[in-house]
């Protein structure tokens, strides 16, 4: 048996809800992998066939990843002094998963949760199990009493804790945002985000595709901002499994990246090239909007995620695009220079927009990996501009808040290309109400309820 075969048969050998949670989360740690695939894995089968034990691992999964700086804060309350930092990863996700349910949810019972957390003890670290029943009781006598900073004193410190977010990234957004709407951003980061997607226009309209989805027990509506977007309610059903995707009327698709299309304006037509094309949820995106007219070169560093990418295109109907794997901050090819109407830059980034989907981030980025980042980024759009016709876009957008990522790269490019200059053609009306007096597109979850993007449109004036 390989390698990820093991791995896959060693989340299915989980016997318990709490069980599975805490093996998820042992490997995330282990590995930096990343929580939604081994969801997947550890739930797919009939091993947890019933909707309240699968909701049950995504909670604990999900929440503990959100709130685990607050859950190591208080584990480091009943901890002997300089000693918090000795519990294995084993040991420190049961108490995580354990602390997580007393404190966040209202609906199971403290003492179901530290027996659980005892037993999963008891099976995996058996010397650690009186640790374990010893801090949770602790905790539950002395909950109400404990020394939290005081938020007048120490502020960014206070944030971080309650929100549950690294002290150095609370600094940064307090200094960028302020206080009130640095709480309010983490607050946001720590909610369940909806479930989106968008029709595919060539095959279908929002109203008919919403009709197919509720016949098949999906409940959708139309998204509040994006002319193209749905929102889920509810369900259990799985969404892979209903007709819709599969018949490639609709795609999965966060709300603010489908505005970044919005924001390209594509023309039908035009000759289109998406750098960074991942498995192609703009380019499809774009090739929709181009009424399947003119021509898309998605390029992309993996061949994996381009396979994806034509399998997606063809079922979607989009036969407008082809596929180029290349390193977009070197490709040099020759005959593509100063041809494309539309260059799309949507870059690699920290991807510190979308912590509601993916918490596991705001624990693995460091500040200097955000200049690493700006430094790719800025190579990306440096070299997409040479493909570029005068008169045309060249739109770099990032699913990051960070002005590091965003503004600092579009600045320091400007400064250096005088030939560019910011777009100043009229938006498209859905994007229209979040670009700023600077010209620049921003979406926050506290805000607008959608991943955190930034986007900015740059014509090539000569």
């Given at each position: 048996?390989?390698?990820s075969k093991?791995?896959?048969?060693s989340?299915?050998?989980?016997?318990t809800?709490?069980g599975?949670a805490?093996t998820?989360?042992?490997r995330?740690e282990d590995?930096?992998?990343?929580?939604?695939?081994?969801?997947?894995?550890g739930l797919s089968g009939d091993?947890?066939?019933?909707?309240?034990?699968?909701?049950?691992?995504t909670?604990l999964?999900?929440?503990?990843?959100?709130m685990?700086g607050?859950l190591?804060?208080?584990?480091?309350?009943?901890?002997h002094?300089?000693r918090?930092?000795?519990?294995?990863?084993v040991?420190?996700n049961?108490?995580?998963?354990?602390l997580y349910?007393?404190v966040?949810?209202?609906?199971?019972?403290a003492?179901?949760?530290?027996d659980?957390?005892?037993?999963?003890?008891k099976?995996d670290r058996?010397?650690?199990?009186?640790?374990?029943?010893?801090?949770?009781?602790?905790?539950?006598?002395?909950?109400?009493?404990?020394p939290?900073?005081?938020?007048?004193?120490?502020?960014?410190l206070y944030?971080?804790i309650?929100?549950?977010h690294?002290?150095?990234?609370?600094?940064?957004?307090?200094?960028e945002?302020?206080?009130?709407?640095?709480?309010?951003?983490?607050?946001?980061?720590?909610?369940?985000?909806?479930?989106t997607?968008?029709i595919?226009?060539?095959?279908?309209?929002?109203?008919?595709?919403m009709a197919?989805?509720?016949?098949?027990g999906?409940?959708?509506?139309?998204?509040?901002?994006?002319?193209?977007?749905?929102?889920?309610?509810k369900?259990?059903?799985?969404?892979?499994?209903?007709?819709?995707?599969q018949?490639g009327?609709?795609?999965?698709q966060e709300?603010?990246s489908q505005?970044?299309?919005?924001?390209?304006s594509?023309?039908?037509g035009?000759?289109?090239?998406?750098?960074c094309?991942?498995?192609?949820g703009?380019a499809t995106h774009?090739?929709?909007?181009?009424?399947?007219r003119g021509?898309?070169?998605?390029?992309?560093?993996?061949p994996a995620?381009?396979?994806?990418l034509t399998?997606?295109?063809?079922?979607?109907?989009?036969?407008?695009i082809?596929t180029?794997?290349?390193?977009?901050a070197?490709m040099?090819?020759?005959?593509l220079?100063?041809?494309?109407?539309?260059v799309?830059?949507?870059?690699?980034?920290s991807?510190?927009?979308?912590?509601r989907?993916?918490?596991?981030?705001?624990?693995?980025?460091r500040p200097?990996?955000?200049?690493?980042t700006?430094d790719?980024?800025g190579?990306i759009l440096?070299?997409?501009?040479?493909?570029l016709?005068?008169?045309?876009?060249?739109?770099?957008?990032?699913?990051?808040v960070?002005?590091?990522?965003?503004?600092?790269?579009?600045?320091?490019?400007?400064?250096a290309?005088?030939?560019?200059?910011?777009s100043g053609?009229?938006?498209d009306p859905?994007?229209?109400?979040?670009?700023g007096?600077?010209g620049?597109?921003r979406?926050?979850?506290?805000?607008h309820?959608m991943?955190g993007?930034?986007?900015?449109?740059?014509t090539?004036i000569?």
């Open positions: 048996m390989d390698s093991r791995k896959q048969a989340l299915r050998a989980a016997k809800p709490r599975l805490v998820i989360l042992n995330i590995t930096d992998a990343f929580a939604e695939p081994l969801l997947d894995v091993a947890f066939p019933l909707a309240p034990d699968r909701h049950l691992v909670e999964v999900y929440g503990t990843l959100r685990k607050h190591d804060w208080i584990i480091g309350q009943f901890q002094p300089g918090s930092s000795s519990l294995d990863t040991v420190r049961i108490l995580r998963t354990a349910q007393i966040y949810t209202d609906r199971i019972p003492f179901a949760a530290v659980e957390a005892v037993k999963l003890a099976k058996l010397a650690a199990a009186s640790l374990v029943n010893a801090i949770l009781r602790n905790f539950l006598r002395r909950r109400e009493s404990l939290y900073p005081d938020p007048a004193v120490e502020p960014a944030l971080s309650l929100h549950s690294p002290l150095w990234l609370v600094e940064r957004w307090i200094a945002f302020g206080i009130d709407e640095t709480g309010a951003l983490c607050a946001a980061n720590n909610r369940t985000p909806p479930l997607a968008r595919n226009t060539l095959k279908t309209d929002r109203d008919s595709a197919i989805l509720n016949a098949d999906a409940t959708a509506d139309a998204a509040p901002f994006s002319p193209d977007g749905l929102v889920f309610g369900s259990g059903t799985t969404l892979k499994s209903l007709s819709a995707v018949g009327l609709i795609r999965i709300e603010a505005l970044i299309s919005r924001l390209a594509p023309m039908p035009e000759d289109v090239l998406d750098l094309a991942g498995s192609g703009k774009l090739a929709t909007l181009m009424q399947n021509q898309i070169l998605a390029v992309d560093i993996s995620k381009l396979a994806v399998d997606t295109a063809a079922g979607m109907g989009a036969t407008i082809r180029l794997a290349a390193d977009a070197q040099r090819e020759e005959d220079q100063e041809r494309f109407d539309l799309m830059a949507d870059v690699p980034c991807g510190l927009g979308t912590l989907r993916n918490p596991e981030i705001k624990w693995r980025i200097d990996d955000l200049k690493e700006a790719l980024q190579g440096r070299h997409g501009a040479a493909f016709k005068i008169g045309g876009r060249l739109v770099y957008s990032t699913c990051s960070m002005s590091q990522e965003n503004e600092d790269v579009i600045k320091t490019f400007l400064s290309h005088k030939e560019f200059a910011l053609r009229d938006p859905a994007v229209k109400d979040f670009i007096p600077d620049f597109f979406t926050y979850p506290h805000r309820n991943d993007f930034f986007g900015a449109v740059l090539r000569v």
